[in-house]
């Protein structure tokens, strides 16, 4: 799943810089993710970067963006080949992983 920020976030900033999709912004009001881009860190960490960071603990799975563990390495072999790494290419023809969970 991805994972979204609650009303709760006190807009501290620290998650922004954390993340390694560039999957959170600044919303109208609050800090916001894209699920488009979150693979919950999967392909770059081992555990959520943002979860780690944040004081008051406002960043919960998204049940409306439910996705198995290979799919989340999907959405990170495809941000990859966008972004132009050149190993996306290679990552994207890789083996999946076999799942964590
Ligand atoms: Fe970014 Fe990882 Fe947080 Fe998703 S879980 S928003 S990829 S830092
Ligand atoms: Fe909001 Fe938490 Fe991010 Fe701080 S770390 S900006 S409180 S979501």
């Not at 600044?26 to 488009?36: A, N, T």
Request: charged letters at 15%; a negative charge.
């Amino acid at each position: 799943m991805a994972l979204l920020i609650t009303d709760e976030c006190i807009n501290c900033d620290v998650c922004e810089p954390e993340c390694p999709n560039q999957a959170i912004s600044m919303g109208p009001e609050i800090y916001r993710i894209d699920p488009s881009r979150c693979t919950e860190c999967v392909g770059h960490f081992d555990t959520p970067q943002c979860v780690q960071v944040c004081p008051v603990n406002c960043i919960p799975v998204d049940p409306g963006h439910a996705e198995t563990n290979a799919q989340l390495w999907a959405k990170y072999r495809v941000l990859q080949i966008a972004a132009g790494n050149p190993l996306g290419e290679a990552i994207a023809a890789g083996p999946l992983p076999a799942p964590s969970s």
